[in-house]
């Protein structure tokens, strides 16, 4: 993606940089842990900390990224069905009020984040491509 970037400002970019493979290869890297930095320094910047249980540590991590990497693939194959689906099952977890509102609008919170940055990967990664 920098490399179009690149190209727009008239900087020569080598060309494997513009294969469909290294774009893709790209958008998976970012969906995970750049992404999940940014939402996690999201949280810290405005001081929105839940504390999770402790035996489950680091899960939540990994449930966004498998999430976000799902939408990536479900959003190329056109399956706004599915998305649909997967929006309504992490819906229902806002049901549950054994961990109070505030959890729950936490996980919301960051489940819109990460969803936003799925998309809007994903839709950029298809625009780049022919």
Same mark, same amino acid.
């Given at each position: 993606?920098?490399?179009?970037?690149?190209?727009?400002? %008239?900087i020569?970019?080598?060309?494997?940089?513009?294969?469909p493979?290294?774009?893709?290869?790209?958008?998976?890297?970012? +969906?995970?842990?750049?992404?999940? /930095?940014?939402?996690?320094?999201? =949280?810290?910047?405005?001081?929105?900390?839940?504390?999770p249980?402790q035996? +489950?540590?680091?899960?939540? &991590?990994?449930i966004?990224? =498998?999430?976000?990497?799902?939408? =990536?693939?479900?959003? +190329?194959q056109?399956?706004?069905?599915? /998305?649909? =689906?997967? /929006?309504?099952?992490?819906? /229902?977890?806002?049901?549950?009020n054994? %961990?109070? &509102?505030a959890?729950?609008?936490?996980?919301?919170?960051?489940?819109?984040?990460?969803?936003?940055?799925?998309?809007?990967?994903t839709?950029?990664?298809?625009?780049?491509?022919?």
């Amino acid at each position: 993606m920098l490399c179009y970037a690149a190209a727009w400002l %008239h900087i020569p970019a080598p060309s494997y940089a513009t294969e469909p493979a290294t774009v893709y290869a790209l958008a998976l890297y970012l +969906l995970t842990i750049p992404v999940g /930095i940014s939402i996690k320094s999201f =949280f810290q910047a405005t001081q929105l900390e839940i504390n999770p249980p402790q035996d +489950l540590s680091g899960a939540g &991590r990994w449930i966004g990224y =498998f999430e976000r990497l799902l939408l =990536f693939f479900l959003v +190329l194959q056109g399956d706004y069905i599915a /998305i649909g =689906f997967l /929006i309504t099952a992490k819906s /229902i977890i806002r049901f549950d009020n054994t %961990h109070g &509102r505030a959890h729950n609008e936490y996980v919301l919170l960051g489940t819109l984040i990460s969803f936003s940055a799925a998309f809007a990967l994903t839709y950029s990664t298809q625009g780049l491509l022919p």
